[in-house]
């Protein structure tokens, strides 16, 4: 049989199949897997891929050309598949050329457009009379040959002449034709470049170019830090074969083979040689110092240098850089690393002074505490220090603390009286004493006397003076009463003016006056 497909245009699965039976014979039915890889290799490739003679009916998956249902051991689904999403995917698609799963089916919608995929029995069809219309001018043939029959020609490929390569061929079909498979193998020391296996396709090609035997390569070898290398190549530079001598300059000693050769597996015989130095006494860090060095062939080897510095707050005493020589000693003497000085510090007055010392007096690392008497705190920064320390500079930290007088607030005169203040250690700090008094006609409410403590706190609570009162007066019967209050109703410097009604007559002093002794100047008069 042969097999056909539509060329131009799509076709749902019912327009296809009327395709496929007006032309030929029907819907193509899958015989076997050999029959499915022809066609994964024969069709072209199509994104919405070939409608097969495979539906649901009544529930069953059928052929539909002889009305049998799919067997379990016929099937060639997808994975995943039939999925029947959505509920209506009653046809079969077959993926041809797929990047995934080519040559798996998969239900699909009937009213989907695909092309149609047909096959031409060798009877003719009997829906088409002898002479009848030919098939149309967009179908493409297909030849397949099941069985291998003779009858029909078969596909050749050039033949194969590899270089250095022992080929292994099997032709199913005559030499160097369709399915021939050729496999390729190399001597010892040699490695195939391109495909081990290479198949004669339906298009006349192979499925890989011929391949060939190359050497296999050992890794690229270099001559030895201070040393040389020679080599003799017999299938190429570092290949297969290849030999390579080391040797070194004057002063090195060869540590390692002398000849190496690439084995087949791509690897060295032996293992790297090295040219070694001379070697210098291994040095250490001075006490309170570090030590860098740089090799150059090896730790503390000829060309290597060590370079000594100190610790934060060391000076070093000695050569700052030593060099392995060529006769294995070190250039200069041994150094040594010395804390540095601070001046000497004192203790602030009156206040004392603690030191601890790491590396001496008043060196780097030494810490002295601050300390004042009671009523006195430190000051000199912004903080205060209360303890100095000697840095690597020599210096130290913070300025020079001193003791001051604790702070108290500076007091206020209460209003109408007055404040006589001494102080011993500047104005209102610890120990400063205020006495306090009031004006003639004002008595003091509060503490005669307040001193400022060592807490930066005044003793006592603030004193105010406070208007002396006399007695309250009435207007006199008959009469009215008139008052002006300037320091409260009825207190020092108040007056009171008395008037009487109409018919009646004023019998004392008309205006009186609140006193400083908390009596009225006279008496209230009567009308």
Not at 124 to 144: C, K, N
Not at 249 to 267: D, H, I, P, S
Not at 293 to 299: A, I, K, N
Not at 437 to 454: D, I, K, N, Y
């Amino acid at each position: 049989w042969t097999y056909h497909y539509s060329n131009q245009g799509d076709y749902t699965w019912e327009q296809a199949r009327n395709y496929c039976q007006t032309f030929f014979t029907d819907l193509v039915a899958i015989q076997n897997k050999q029959e499915i890889k022809y066609l994964n290799e024969s069709l072209p490739f199509h994104g919405r891929y070939y409608w097969i003679g495979i539906r649901k009916l009544g529930g069953t998956w059928t052929w539909v050309g002889t009305r049998k249902a799919l067997t379990k051991e016929a099937e060639n689904w997808a994975a995943g598949e039939p999925n029947n999403r959505r509920s209506n995917q009653d046809c079969v698609e077959i993926y041809i050329k797929r990047q995934q799963e080519s040559g798996k089916w998969n239900d699909e919608p009937c009213n989907r457009r695909k092309k149609a995929l047909c096959y031409q029995a060798i009877h003719p069809h009997p829906s088409l009379p002898a002479g009848g219309p030919e098939p149309p001018w967009q179908s493409r043939q297909v030849r397949y040959a099941p069985n291998g029959l003779a009858s029909l020609p078969v596909v050749q490929c050039a033949k194969l002449e590899p270089k250095g390569a022992r080929m292994n061929c099997s032709h199913p079909f005559g030499d160097f034709s369709y399915n021939s498979t050729c496999t390729f193998e190399c001597q010892k020391g040699f490695e195939r470049r391109g495909a081990g296996t290479l198949r004669c396709l339906p298009s006349q090609q192979w499925s890989a170019d011929t391949p060939s035997c190359t050497a296999i390569a050992c890794p690229v070898l270099s001559a030895p830090d201070r040393g040389q290398l020679n080599c003799s190549h017999l299938h190429g530079n570092f290949a297969f074969g290849s030999t390579c001598a080391f040797s070194c300059q004057t002063g090195f000693v060869l540590m390692g083979t002398e000849t190496r050769e690439c084995t087949a597996m791509g690897t060295w015989s032996g293992d790297t040689p090295l040219c070694k130095a001379v070697a210098c006494p291994e040095l250490s860090a001075p006490d309170r110092g570090e030590l860098n060095c740089s090799h150059l062939h090896g730790d503390f080897t000829f060309g290597s240098t060590c370079a000594f510095s100190c610790q934060t707050g060391f000076a070093l005493m000695g050569p700052e850089r030593r060099e392995c020589t060529v006769t294995g000693t070190w250039t200069g003497d041994t150094p040594q690393c010395k804390a540095l000085a601070c001046p000497v510090l004192s203790a602030p007055d009156p206040g004392e002074l603690n030191c601890s010392h790491l590396h001496g007096d008043f060196t780097f690392g030494s810490t002295c505490a601050f300390s004042c008497q009671t009523g006195f705190a430190l000051t000199g920064t912004e903080s205060g220090p209360e303890s100095r320390e000697c840095t690597a500079t020599g210096t130290w930290t913070g300025d020079t603390p001193r003791c001051e007088a604790i702070k108290c607030s500076a007091l206020v005169t209460p209003k109408m009286g007055l404040a006589d203040c001494s102080h011993l250690h500047g104005d209102f700090a610890f120990g400063s004493t205020c006495a306090f008094s009031c004006q003639t006609g004002f008595v003091l409410m509060g503490p005669e006397s307040r001193e400022c403590t060592a807490m930066g706190t005044w003793t006592g609570d603030t004193p105010r003076c406070k208007a002396i009162s006399c007695p309250v007066l009435d207007p006199p019967s008959r009469g009215q009463l008139s008052c002006s209050h300037v320091h409260g109703n009825f207190t020092y410097n108040s007056t009171c003016t008395f008037s009487c009604k109409e018919g009646f007559v004023r019998m004392g002093a008309e205006v009186l006056r609140c006193a400083a002794t908390g009596n009225w100047t006279r008496h209230p008069p009567v009308c």
